[in-house]
Nanobody, 124 residues
Framework: QVQLVESGGGLVQAGDSLRLSCVAS????????MGWFRQAPGKDREFVAAVRWHSGDPYYAESLKGRFTISKEDAKNTVYLQMNNLKSEDTAVYYC?????????????????WGQGTQVTVSS
């Protein structure tokens, strides 16, 4: 059992930056990777970024690479998503997720635990 809590979302203007945080608690010892996904109204939940926990290797959605950066702080069981030069199309609920077994990073079905999400709204 792993609990995930996201924070850092809010209302910003196009071009602004935000840093999202996700704190994991519970039985986090077996975490293999953590990822960020987002879901906009009327759209499927889509992959944003992920990091393999033990190696630190990051992986990004091609369309977001260069603007978004994922990082982690092991001592705090926390993963971050730095979002720069935000655009209106980035508006969505952002979720963090925990992967317990080594698997593809970009699939929503490869993760076992999910946070409740944090809203990011970018106005233009």
């Amino acid at each position: 059992q792993v609990q995930l809590v996201e924070s850092g979302g809010g209302l910003v203007q196009a071009g602004d930056s935000l840093r999202l945080s996700c704190v994991a608690s519970g039985r986090t010892y077996s975490t293999s990777a953590m990822g960020w996904f987002r879901q906009a109204p009327g759209k499927d939940r889509e992959f944003v970024a992920a990091v393999r926990w033990h190696s630190g290797d990051p992986y990004y959605a091609e369309s977001l690479k260069g603007r978004f950066t994922i990082s982690k702080e092991d001592a705090k069981n926390t993963v971050y998503l730095q979002m720069n030069n935000l655009k209106s199309e980035d508006t969505a609920v952002y979720y963090c997720a925990d992967q317990e077994a080594y698997n593809i990073l970009s699939s929503v079905y490869a993760y076992e635990y999910w946070g409740q999400g944090t809203q990011v709204t970018v106005s233009s």
